[in-house]
């Protein structure tokens, strides 16, 4: 059995990802496997990297040297930095929440901040992996969860979706 979580930094991402390890507990053990398919979560954040506007290279100060570099250089050094914290950030939940029977792959996958994109992100990705649900938080970091109870990502991935999508609340 495979089971996606998207993680965001929020509450919930991390209330889905428990939800789908003692749900890996409960179901996927039980589930027959063969010997190239293994149970298995694997937690996905979608990486919304920045873009430069075309014609504007205005000079700025380098992050990691502190020389001038063009606006495209900074951004370009902006992302790779995020993208590692959230490598980063990522390893750290799997080595946290991870034991014996429960394997945990991490990946980052490129997106766009539009959250309609974040959504097909993650059910291409689930399609390509054959995963056999998504467990997803109601709502993520953009969501105002006072007022709503189901945020734009998680209403998306459930429509979209051509797998079962299961929203942790």
Not at 9 to 18: D, N, R, V
Not at 75 to 97: C, G
């Amino acid at each position: 059995m495979k089971i996606l979580v998207p993680i965001d930094g929020s509450e919930y991402s991390i209330k889905a990802l428990k939800y789908a390890i003692n749900l890996m507990k409960r179901i996927g053990h039980g589930s027959k496997t063969t010997e190239k398919e293994t149970n298995e979560i694997i937690l996905v954040n979608v990486f919304p990297h920045f873009h430069n506007s075309s014609g504007v290279e205005k000079t700025m100060e380098s992050i990691k040297t502190g020389k001038s570099i063009s606006a495209t250089g900074f951004i370009s050094q902006m992302n790779e930095m995020m993208k590692q914290e959230w490598a980063d950030k990522l390893v750290e939940l799997r080595k946290q929440y991870e034991d014996l029977d429960t394997k945990i792959r991490t990946e980052i996958i490129m997106g766009s901040h539009s959250n309609r994109n974040i959504a097909t992100s993650i059910t291409k990705y689930a399609s390509e992996e054959n995963v056999d649900i998504i467990v997803i938080g109601n709502v993520g970091l953009g969501g105002i969860s006072k007022i709503k109870s189901l945020g734009s990502v998680s209403r998306n991935v459930a429509e979209i979706s051509t797998c079962p999508v299961l929203i942790v609340h």
